[in-house]
């Protein structure tokens, strides 16, 4: 298969390498050079989008939000010097092509989108991912996909490379609602094991003999294992950017509010994180909601300052 792959960024610069693996002829595209020559050097191939998109049987899309899928897709609205308007790549796919849109978008974005490619004939799967970047370098991605029956099977085989897990949850959209719900999950989970690490940093337990313990019991989760080591040593190089997850929980908020349903917690999570942004915070991994438990409870902040680039500096704040 001939596949186009747009966003080689952390989760697809790995989740388009796996494809190569698998033996699909991959033509990637990205807005900076740097990963574009690192794909190529890695097997993959390289094609200006209208270009890509002529000549692929399977288009995915790994793009930060609502707005650059539908800039991608239909175009930015802006012109040319010769006045002609930016066109996106849906003028040049094929009917029949599919998309397999693998960016966590409102679920509004994913069904208008799908609405207007099904008018030339071109299929369209919501199927965002989780796992993070350990979980895309490993193949080992959760995808939950919207869209018809046949389309999603057809989807199946582009994003087997880089998914241990796959579930087809509804049509489309409703990716976009499962995904909002892992959001939810995974920020309240970071948020609580921040509290319990805050804690027991300040009562002055042997920590890495806490964490083993409740790593036997029922407070075992992905979570503890992979974001707990992060906080104690102070890593919040970005698998996962907090403005990202900022994004995604607006998204699960006006998807509840559409829905009536209330999701007092995930508001208060999303206070705090929306906090963190305005301390500079936002690139940091999304286990830097740490520092606003830290900042409430005056403990050593974790990962020091942040520094002129949003890098966290100094040392961890481990207690």
């Known amino acids: 298969m001939r596949i186009g ?50 000549t692929s049987d399977a288009l995915v899309l790994v793009l930060p939000d609502g707005p650059d899928v539908e800039a991608v897709l239909f175009g930015d609205g802006s012109v040319d010097p010769g006045g002609t308007a930016a066109d996106g790549v849906a003028d040049h796919l094929r009917p029949g092509t599919l998309v397999v849109d693998c960016s966590t978008i409102a679920p509004e974005t994913a069904r208008s989108a799908a609405a207007r490619l099904g008018r030339r004939g071109v299929r369209y799967v919501d199927a965002p991912v989780s796992g993070g970047e350990s ?26 490379p880089f998914a241990g897990s796959t579930a087809h949850v509804g049509p489309v ?27 027991l940093r300040r009562t002055g337990v042997d920590l890495d003999a806490a964490l083993a313990v409740l790593g036997g019991g029922l407070a075992a989760s992905r979570v503890l294992e992979l974001k707990a080591p ?50 500079g915070d936002g690139s940091l991994d999304h286990a830097a909601l740490v520092r606003a438990i830290e900042r409430l409870s005056g403990l050593p902040v974790t990962g020091g300052a942040v520094g002129p680039s949003g890098a966290p500096h100094g040392t961890p704040g481990r207690g």
């Open 173 to 199: 959209g409703s990716g976009q609602l499962v995904k909002a719900a892992n959001q939810v999950l995974v920020a309240g989970n970071i948020a609580v094991l921040a509290e319990a690490l805050s804690l």
């Open 5 to 54: 792959f747009i966003g080689l960024g952390i989760m697809g610069a790995p989740m388009a390498r796996h494809l190569v693996a698998a033996g699909h002829e991959v033509v990637g595209h990205n807005r900076s050079a740097p990963a574009v020559e690192a794909f190529v050097a890695a097997g993959g191939l390289a094609a200006a989008p209208d270009e890509l998109a002529a």
């Open 135 to 160: 979980g895309a370098v490993a193949g080992t991605l959760a995808v939950m996909m919207g869209g018809t029956a046949d389309d999603v099977a057809a989807a199946e085989e582009v994003v087997a």
């Open 230 to 279: 992060k906080m104690l040593a102070g890593d919040l190089a970005p698998g996962f950017r907090l403005d990202l997850h900022h994004k995604d929980l607006k998204i699960a908020l006006g998807a509840a509010e559409r829905a009536g349903v209330g999701l007092p917690l995930t508001g208060t999570v999303t206070q705090l994180v929306l906090g963190l942004r305005a301390a």
